[in-house]
């Protein structure tokens, strides 16, 4: 496979440069100097602006900016669904519904819920399950680390894979997660800093906004369906319109948005680390609105890749066409669109911040999976099920080594990552698997007082088993087919749904927790005055969290229009 | 939708409500001599943000019994590792750098690339903009905050918080 990113010497500088800023920041702050990187990181009164790009940074990562390129390179404008209807209304409801009860509750991580609100079991199933996606995860982010690491320097694929494992190491022990803001942050704008001169250079390349319309209705395969994103047949698989948008709304708008949404930690902890009520409530609301706009800048580059890369066109022609062995002759697949692009428009200079935008990506959301992992496989699950009652320095080199073992079991699971033409579809199906029974059960526990803890456990077991079994009647028993990512929406509609189905049943029939028990853990048992902020109402509109949610709806509904 | 979802056990958060403020011992110009980070550097343009009078409250439990100067409280100006001055620094850095390439290094093979477009040159030239906007940004409007020392053996050593 021969695609190489022709680099020179500056664009290494330049990819130095940035690691030396972020590995430098997290140097000092491990070293305690400096009172102001402890205010940044300790996560105490942030100001909005802050939290909410660190909010959307998070989250910008190797899904947002390969998978979308990927999916909009095989099918179009309709991708823009995952940001305008999969991520703008949820991150909105985060904001005006479910953050004040997180500020005001006791709730610091999903795991610690499951244990104080339904008990051991629960929390066993969600920590094991919820390691197991770290895993998976970590793979796809390895698996793209170290395709660009092939595409630099030509290394064999096992080789880069092992390089970038060791590196994420290094990452992860030289401290690179005790910058984590700083590294948000600084990730975003360099991110932003490089794709949008490509998508802007593309854009020029292909004759303009207007060339970028013909090429794509003319090109012979989707043509024209390419450029609506409703009703989106081609991205939910379903034929029916009707179904599709249903799909769409249902299974992508609700259940796997804001089950990724309200269930997401690492998000909820940003906006936590917020001045107060208000300012948690709005930072997922400003996020809202880059957010509304970053599609223009990882979808339209697939898009272009798809037409004017050569290689990526004949992929797509010979994919279409249904010549399986002759597209993978060509040794492209969708997951390169992005690299490709940069390969054939940026010039040296602005690859290297392409290059460093893309590895600070891929590498902080390892190192994150990986961290995740460490924290649950020792206190979730060794801590408290394993070995209780040991010193500190014990669990630690637990730690230690569940992270060693966690960047090798990567390795194995980038593998499978590398299997998928569109590693969208491979990311949706996992979050099928895992986050739709989680959200399910998380909302039915959080507004339910009544919900017992074996419907907990046996809720999440259900919906995680009903969604695996679905897909794999699809995958290896070829029971039925759906194109594009239907599978992976129907498999999560399936679960949320299996999950309270079992749940409400299993509850008929088991003891619940008593109501003192269950104070900042259920809605209805969390006091009134730690929900609301009295100094809301003087601020002025463009900080109160209701009227620019308002806002940020009415701009996403009419993005949908516009683009429809 | 991206991945990682991560719990965090190292982030402590002390459970302080909404809206509790430790109260302000000291005038935010006058910081305690001694103080701590090298990077401190006060303001010489006049503070844009209003003042921010503290309503009178019990003082923070870390103070040793008394109301702020037994802890070594005392107001920092965030300086150098203000998020906005880091920003500024690596954007600046990178646009500097474009801007000097797209000056002396702009071939004709890598005019094909872009379609005839100096893209080096300007994508420098802009970065080079929003860097000196975010330092300006930083040097106009300073954050500033209160630093107290905690009781030894407390989770973390120093308390801080927004002014």
Known sequence: ?564 | MSPAPEHRRGTHRADTAPGDRASETHSPDAPVPGGRAPEDRTAEAPVVEPRATAPSEPASLEGAGGDGAGDGAHVETVGAFDIRTMIGALIGLFGAILTVLGLVAFTAAEAAKTGGVNANLWSGLVMLAVAAAFLLWARLEPIRIVVRDNEPGAEEPHDIQAL
Request: with cysteine; proline share 5%; glycine share 10%.
């Open chain 1, 1 to 564: 496979m021969d695609i190489r990113l022709d680099a020179t010497w500056i664009d290494y500088v330049i990819v130095a440069l940035y690691f030396a800023f972020v590995l430098g920041v997290g140097w000092f702050a491990k070293r305690g100097v400096s009172s102001s990187i402890e205010f940044f990181l300790s996560g105490r009164s942030l100001p909005a602006w802050v939290t909410g790009l660190a909010f959307i940074s998070a989250n910008l990562g190797a899904v947002e900016i390969m998978g979308m390129s990927a999916t909009g390179a095989q099918y179009g404008f309709p991708t823009m669904h995952y940001f305008w209807i999969g991520a703008v209304p949820a991150m909105l409801f985060l904001g005006v519904v479910m953050m004040p009860f997180y500020y005001g509750s006791k709730v610091r991580s999903v795991p610690e819920f499951m244990r104080m609100r339904f008990g051991p079991a629960a929390h066993l199933v969600n920590s094991i399950s919820f390691a197991v996606a770290q895993l998976l995860i970590a793979g796809v982010n390895l698996y793209l680390l170290a395709s660009i690491v092939n595409r630099l320097l030509g290394w064999p694929q096992w080789v880069g894979l092992v390089v970038a494992a060791a590196f994420v190491l290094f990452y992860i022990t030289v401290g690179g997660l005790s910058a984590a803001i700083y590294n948000e942050v600084l990730q975003f704008f360099v991110i932003v800093a490089a794709l949008l001169p490509l998508t802007l250079i593309g854009l020029h390349r292909v004759g303009g906004w207007k060339g970028l319309i013909e090429k794509v209705s003319g090109d012979g395969m989707l043509g024209a369906e390419q450029l609506h994103t409703w009703p989106g047949q081609a991205l939910s698989g379903f034929d029916s319109p009707v179904l599709s948008v249903i799909g769409i709304v249902f299974g992508l708008g609700f259940v796997l948005s804001f089950g990724y949404w309200t269930t997401n930690f690492v998000e909820v902890q940003r906006a936590l680390a917020s001045k107060s009520i208000t300012a948690a409530r709005m930072t997922p609301i400003i996020g809202a609105f880059p957010k509304m706009l970053i599609p223009f800048i990882v979808i339209l580059p697939g898009m272009i890749a798809a037409v004017l890369v050569s290689d990526l066109t004949e992929f797509k022609r010979l994919t279409v066409a249904g010549d399986a062995a002759g597209a993978s002759a060509t040794g492209v697949t969708y997951n390169d669109a992005m690299l490709l692009l940069m390969r054939d428009v940026l010039p040296n200079g602005l690859l290297g911040v392409a290059i460093a935008g893309l590895l600070a990506a891929f590498m902080a959301g390892m190192a994150a999976n990986i961290s995740a992992f460490n924290t649950v496989v020792s206190y979730d699950l060794y801590q408290q099920y394993v070995k209780p009652g040991q010193a500190d320095e014990h669990y630690l080199k637990a730690g230690r080594i569940a992270t060693v073992a966690a960047c090798v079991i990567a390795i194995f699971t980038a593998l499978i990552a590398g299997n998928f033409s569109n590693l969208m579809d491979y990311l949706q199906t996992l979050f099928g698997f895992f986050n739709a029974p989680l959200f399910a059960t998380f909302i039915l526990g959080m507004f339910w007082r009544r919900m017992t803890p074996a419907a907990g456990w046996t809720g999440l077991v259900a919906g995680t088993l009903s969604a695996v079994v679905l897909w794999s009647s699809s995958e290896f028993g070829g029971l039925f087919t759906l194109p594009g990512q239907g599978l992976a929406f129907v498999s999560a509609a399936t679960a949320f749904v299996v999950d309270i189905l079992v749940s409400v049943v299993v509850t008929r029939f088991t003891a619940p927790k008593p109501a003192h028990e269950l104070r900042g853990l259920v809605y209805s048992e969390t006091p009134r005055a730690s929900l609301v902020d009295p100094d809301e109402a003087e601020l002025p509109f463009y900080r109160r969290p209701v009227p620019m949610a308002a806002i940020g709806m009415v701009l996403v509904i009419a993005l949908n229009v516009v683009f429809a």
